[in-house]
């Protein structure tokens, strides 16, 4: 079965159940629908109701602040005149529009009440009304009135003055019930057509004091019938359903409470149910006469999504069968944003990369070069010299597990030889380190260790792997993998210019190196393309990490006679002897890239000190003066990394590899 059949009776078969599910369901989809509807508009309802409130309760409060600032009163209550204070109590009911206000003095006593003339000198400070009055702070919560109703109340402090910190002589209470008209008036705000109950509570349970909807002592029985949950969160939003006069409401009520937080009673937002599910009843029979046309564009749009998701897959496979086949021009499809779209990416960046590497395989054969290389500093090297006094021979057992197979070659630092790990049964590469580096102090030879350490953590394709560290009768070794290939340098010497897009692919696989030992905290500091070996399958791999480290002291020096890395390649921090970061090996790795495009090094001279002079001093020639086909770009990532100051190049091996790529 083809892929686009699956997908098409995949979609399809999909289609088919949600729709068919749709319908055995719809009656209970509708009556979910209408409550979520009634939930929503209730909320919003309730929403008003509350903002509706907090605006009463605002105006109360701001009347009252702004009637104690008036100088006469505070005269009149400082000196607790008892028939002005009356007075001044009315007044600030009809200033205020409080239903009635109650003054108390600075110990929280009272002293007047408007609708009360004789009223007694109570002790109201433990009220949280007046006690957070007293204390500076204007406070406002829910009361219940002398009929039992609910109200709104305010208290501001009253003080000498606007300054927050002068004296408090006493508080004015103001308080504004909640009753019929009030309750019609807020249906009204939140766009009728709904129900709207005030009720009290206790511990019998709601008792409806006001109600837009029915009758008080009709509603006050359903609403004990449901759970009141006094203990919520204040704001808390609480369902309802109750069932008056045979017509079903869906509600939602909240909890009105006190300036201490007690819950004193609460509102409840009603609506009809059956009216919003009338609405719903209409859809389900619309749904059936859409259902079956809607079945049919399904069936139609499924085909095309079919064909649009595998005609790019089927272009892939056969890309992917021509590619396994050694053809790396396969037409792909268009670029695009989705998971196949990422799919394409990935194969166009895989494709690049077999068709970079093939033109590095195909420039090995070319030029018929097939032949072991292993570690630099033996290349042009005769491998007689490694059979000097105390050397290795082929057949000799070397430090209990090594079988040695052939000699390598020899260089500066020790000499490479081809062995065979007895004990795990692989064919290893053996460099022995002259007994001259073993003379080092300690502290050297202790870093050169860590150095090898970290080394050892480096796995990756374009790395050749340490193994270990170790010492035989004086003789310091470094086991490693044993790459079969040629050197990079050779490479060069032989064809003299490499093609661009030959050098882009080894810069990027030099990159993908550097970047994982940057990451592991190992700097190479003796990158050069005798330390590069290309594989007959066109995979490079870069050797030597952590060798270099051992030509350093302690201290930082370097030892007479000996240089941390190869003059040529070196970076000019290197020559300065500053401290020395990747950025380094990045410098390294432009000077090899220049030599591959131009056959040449950067900067030439007779002696070390000339080229020291050079790289310090004198701007680096363009290859394209020296190779005109040279692409733009690619010389100028090459330049970028040959940049004098490092804080001019690339910023890391990925940004200098994101440069190459730009160039391809």
Same mark, same amino acid.
Request: proline share 5%; charged share 20%.
């Given at each position: ?80 005149? /008892? ?13 205020? $529009? ?34 957070? !009055? ?16 609910? !109200?709104?109340?305010?208290? &501001? ?6 300054? +927050? ?64 949950? +006094? ?104 670029? $695009? ?53 105390? $050397?290795?021979?082929? /057949? ?84 490693? %993998? ?19 897009? &030959? ?17 592991? /905290? ?32 302690? %201290? ?38 220049? %030599? ?21 001093? %004198? ?46």
């Amino acid at each position: 079965m083809t892929i686009t059949r699956k997908i098409f009776l995949a979609t399809a078969s999909v289609v088919v159940i949600v729709l068919g599910a749709t319908v055995v369901v719809s009656n209970q989809a509708a009556k979910g629908a209408s409550e979520a509807l009634v939930d929503e508009t209730l909320a919003a309802t309730r929403a008003q109701v509350r903002a509706t409130l907090d605006a009463r309760r605002t105006a109360l409060r701001g009347g009252a602040a702004v009637f104690v600032q008036n100088p006469g009163f505070f005269a009149i209550v400082a000196t607790r005149n /008892g028939a002005s204070l009356f007075d001044q109590a009315q007044e600030a009911v009809a200033q205020i $529009g409080a239903d009635w206000v109650q003054v108390t003095d600075e110990q929280g006593v009272r002293i007047a009440r408007s609708d009360d003339p004789g009223a007694r000198a109570d002790t109201l400070v433990r009220s949280a009304l007046i006690a957070g !009055a007293l204390g500076g702070t204007e406070t406002s919560g829910f009361a219940i009135n002398r009929d039992g109703g609910l !109200a709104q109340a305010v208290a &501001v402090p009253i003080r000498q003055g606007a300054d +927050p910190s002068a004296r408090i002589v006493g508080v004015l209470m103001a308080v504004r019930g909640i009753d019929s008209t009030v309750a019609r008036d807020l249906v009204r705000e939140a766009g009728g057509g709904l129900g709207l109950v005030f009720f009290t509570a206790d511990d019998e349970g709601p008792t409806a004091r006001v109600a837009t909807l029915g009758t008080p002592a009709a509603l006050t029985p359903l609403l004990r019938e449901r759970d009141w949950a +006094p203990a919520l969160p204040a704001g808390t939003p609480l369902k309802a359903d109750l069932t008056l006069e045979g017509t079903h409401y869906l509600g939602q009520y909240e909890l009105l409470r006190s300036a201490s937080g007690t819950p004193l009673g609460g509102f409840v937002t009603l609506k009809n149910e059956d009216a919003a599910l009338a609405r719903f009843s209409r859809l389900q029979l619309l749904l059936f006469g859409t259902g079956a046309a809607g079945l049919l564009v399904a069936f139609a749009l499924s085909l095309v999504a079919a064909r649009t998701i595998s005609r790019p897959v089927q272009q892939l496979a056969g890309a992917a069968a021509r590619a396994a086949q050694g053809d790396y021009a396969a037409e792909l499809p268009p670029p $695009g944003r989705d998971e196949i779209g990422a799919l394409n990416g990935a194969f166009r960046a895989l494709l690049a990369d077999l068709r970079d590497k093939q033109q590095l395989v195909d420039l090995l054969q070319a030029d018929d070069a097939r032949r072991t290389v292993q570690f630099a500093d033996m290349t042009g090297t005769s491998k007689l010299a490694a059979l000097a006094p105390g $050397g290795l021979a082929p /057949g000799m057992r070397f430090a209990r597990r090594y079988e040695v197979k052939e000699v390598l070659g020899a260089g500066g630092m020790g000499t490479v030889y081809k062995a065979l790990d007895t004990e795990l049964g692989e064919v290893v590469a053996i460099k022995t380190l002259k007994r001259e580096f073993a003379a080092q102090d300690e502290t050297a030879l202790l870093r050169f260790r860590d150095e090898i350490r970290l080394a050892r953590k480096i796995s990756h394709r374009n790395v050749v792997r340490t193994h270990d560290i170790g010492t035989e009768d004086g003789t310091y070794f470094i086991t490693m %993998e044993y790459v079969e290939g040629r050197s990079l340098k050779d490479l060069v010497r032989q064809r003299g210019t490499l093609p661009p897009a &030959v050098v882009i692919t080894i810069g990027k696989q030099l990159c993908r190196a550097l970047e994982v030992a940057h990451a592991a /905290g190992v700097i190479h500091r003796d990158i050069k393309p005798q330390n590069i070996v290309v594989g007959p399958d066109g995979v490079l791999k870069v050797m030597d990490f952590g060798i270099a480290r051992l030509a350093t002291r302690s %201290e930082g020096t370097t030892q007479a006679g000996m240089v941390v890395g190869t003059p040529e390649y070196m970076a000019p921090e290197q020559f300065l002897g500053d401290d020395v970061d990747p950025r380094a090996d990045l410098y390294a790795a432009g000077a090899v890239l220049y %030599e591959c495009l131009t056959g040449r090094l950067p900067h030439v001279a007779e002696s070390p000190i000339v080229l020291i002079t050079k790289v310090l001093e %004198e701007p680096v020639v363009p290859p394209r003066e020296l190779v005109p086909g040279v692409p733009e770009r690619l010389e100028t990532a090459v330049l970028a990394a040959l940049q004098r100051d490092r804080a001019l190049r690339p910023a890391s091996a990925e940004a200098l590899h994101d440069l190459l790529a730009a160039a391809e």
